[in-house]
């Protein structure tokens, strides 16, 4: 699987200096529906490594660095891709392509 990082992305990640991104699946059960989504976000090493370690997460390292994917069935493309959005009122999100549910 290769992985792509969004030029506006990779210069970010550079500057706050990050390193990881997790994609995790959440749920939330409410009484009328449960939803289910992907959650991809950046993570701390320290909370890397307790994902890798204790979740069992696999670890994709890149040179830009390291992508961390959950011990779930997901349908993963060839190419996962990943770059930098604007979400509600302008704050800066991740987006990704290459993966579903």
Known sequence: MEVVYQP???AYMEEKGRRHIAIEV???DHS????TE???HFMTDKRAAYFKESKHFRSIVTKVGEVLLPP???EYDDVLTFGLGRGLFGI???TYEGVRL
């Open 8 to 10: 506006d992305l990779v």
């Open 92 to 94: 800066k999100k991740l």
């Open 72 to 74: 779930y069935r997901l």
């Open 26 to 28: 959440i749920s939330a």
């Open 38 to 40: 992907l959650y991809v």
């Open 32 to 35: 009328d529906f449960d939803v």
